[in-house]
């Protein structure tokens, strides 16, 4: 992350404290921090694709770990869904009606 103080890319994620973090957490902006000149700050969580903000590896970084994560959540809804189909399935198996011989 560049910082907007000294314009390194020196910055990195600090941990959230406090209500005041807690209040910007709803309004999505995480807290930074600069390794150079110590200064805090907050930034949009949608800031992370901003030129001005991250350098280019960072935003290759990031949508390297965006597709990992979309087709992870691909992979999940359709194991979810073969688990429901598949559960329907016993479902009527177990409750059809037979006809007894005679």
């Known amino acids: 992350m560049i910082c907007p103080k000294c ?6 994620r600090s ?6 973090d807690r209040i910007w957490a709803s309004f ?3 807290p930074y921090r600069c390794k150079k000149c110590h200064t805090r700050y907050y930034a949009y969580r949608a ?4 030129d001005r903000m991250r350098t280019a590896e960072e935003r290759r970084i990031m949508k390297i ?6 087709k992870r ?19 009527y198996m177990f409750t059809r009606q037979t006809v007894p011989s005679q």
Do not use: D, Q
């Open 73 to 91: 959540s691909k992979r999940e809804w359709t194991i979810y869904a073969l688990g429901i189909i598949m559960f329907a399935i016993a479902a």
């Open 28 to 30: 999505s902006m995480i």
């Open 7 to 12: 314009n390194e890319p020196e910055a990195h």
């Open 15 to 20: 941990h959230r404290k406090g209500l005041k």
């Open 47 to 50: 800031g992370e694709k901003s």
């Open 65 to 70: 770990r965006r597709a990992l994560k979309w």
